[in-house]
């Protein structure tokens, strides 16, 4: 053997001695890191969010050290003015519920998403006009908890701490009540309660696996491909003639065959609604009101009546109504000109999540064929008036 080699294994000696030394004094404290993963994993409830004895979820700090979500923006200049949430929403997930996504593909429980709200500050900066962050506004956050919150739909509960008048935060807040938030969620978020399809960084991270980080691939959706043709005119005027039908707007319960104060036959009942006959009813509003919903466009005047069934039920405090219950609203434009109905029906005893009303709206005052919904069960109908009485939001008594 050369001088060389034997110097040579003499290193390799020195340094595999070392190496094994260098291993076992390593080995605790890898297997405590390890440990300590798990613990948190297993606790993540414990190390994001803290619930106190009397329901109470501790204001959560410092996550903006969390998972960045994205900011989604409802502005209230494409919204008639008054947009339902006017404010930036910027969301955070705390990382260990991140991972699990990303591994799984769900949500686990002890997931907690805070949402930090900052107001619209300039329209205009050098790259052009557009909407720009302002200051903050408020914080809310939503924690899915089957240990804390088991009779919530999804075991999803929301809270905020915002105090919009003082412009300050709770340190502590109680859930919202269910009906305020979840129904809403659970009929219009893409996936367990959290609206996914708004934020491109949970759907790129969903289930793709341990061993992958989403954010390292290349591919993009490109802004300006080559080789796109152009839209024609007449391509263009027929795909506007035939309009994709957002499922939310479909019915998802056979409407049965019974015999109401109003017809249920689409012809039949906008004939009804042209004719006025719900004016006799016996609760209506006097004058119009501007309305919370989506209805032709936010802010935009409707006004109430109600049938005696429903009337009745209202006064006595149901917390069910009957079947046979009718509210008919009438919808205007800004100009206070009436350019449609919605309408409600309970055609069920149960109201079995919705699909025990009747839902619809025509969009015309004179043209039937311009309607959404046309039946029972229809999500972007209960899906918000799961916040009223048994489907039912307007105040009463009807002023």
């Known amino acids: 053997m050369s001088t060389t080699q034997i110097v040579s294994a003499r290193a390799f000696g020195k340094l595999a001695t070392a190496s094994v030394a260098l291993f076992v004094l390593s080995a605790p ?4 890191s390890c440990e300590k993963s798990t613990a ?3 606790g993540k409830a414990n190390a994001f969010f803290e619930i106190n004895a009397d329901g109470e979820l501790i204001r959560p700090t410092g996550y903006r050290t969390w998972v960045y979500v994205g900011t989604p923006l409802t502005p209230n200049d494409m919204n008639g003015g008054a947009a339902t949430f006017p404010e930036f929403h910027s969301v955070y997930i705390d990382p260990v519920s991140y991972d699990h996504y990303r591994t799984t593909g769900e949500f686990p429980d002890g997931t907690i998403l805070v949402k930090e709200m900052s107001l619209v500050g300039s329209k205009t900066a050098s790259s ?6 302002g200051e903050f506004s408020g914080l809310e ?3 899915k908890s089957k240990e804390h919150f ?6 999803w509960a929301y809270f905020t701490f915002t105090n919009p008048k003082e412009g300050t935060l709770a340190d502590k807040t109680k859930a919202h ?3 305020s938030c979840n129904a809403c969620h659970e009929t219009q978020a893409q996936d367990d309660f959290v609206f996914t399809q708004y934020y491109p960084v949970l759907r790129a991270a969903k289930g793709v696996g341990d061993e992958v980080v989403p954010e390292n691939g290349a591919e993009r959706t490109a802004s300006n491909p080559e080789g796109t043709a152009a839209i024609s005119d007449a391509d263009a005027e027929a795909s506007a003639e035939q309009p994709a039908v957002d499922p939310q707007w479909l019915p998802t319960a056979e409407t049965p065959e019974v015999d109401l104060e109003v017809p249920l036959e689409r012809e039949a009942l906008f004939a009804y609604l042209k004719e006025g006959k719900y004016k006799d009813f016996p609760a209506k509003e006097t004058d119009m009101h501007p309305s919370v919903g989506p209805h032709l466009d936010y802010s935009w005047p409707v006004r109430v009546f109600m049938n005696k069934i429903v009337a009745d039920s209202m ?4 917390d069910q ?3 046979g219950s009718v509210v008919i609203k009438e919808l205007f434009d800004n100009d206070k000109n009436l350019t449609g109905w919605a309408v409600m029906a309970k055609t069920h005893d149960d109201t079995d999540m919705g699909k025990g009303w009747y839902w619809t709206e025509f969009t015309s005052a004179v043209d039937a064929t311009k309607e959404v919904g046309g039946g029972n069960g229809v999500p972007g109908c209960f899906g918000c008036h799961f916040a009223g009485k048994d489907m039912v939001r307007s105040h009463f008594p009807l002023k």
Do not use: C, R
């Open 128 to 133: 052009g006009a557009g909407y720009f962050m």
């Open 177 to 179: 009540p269910s009906s």
């Open 321 to 323: 109504h009957p079947k």
């Open 315 to 318: 006064t006595a405090g149901n």
């Open 29 to 32: 404290l890898f297997l405590t």
């Open 40 to 42: 948190q994993a297993e």
């Open 150 to 155: 088991p009779d919530a739909p999804g075991n």
């Open 141 to 143: 956050a939503t924690i």
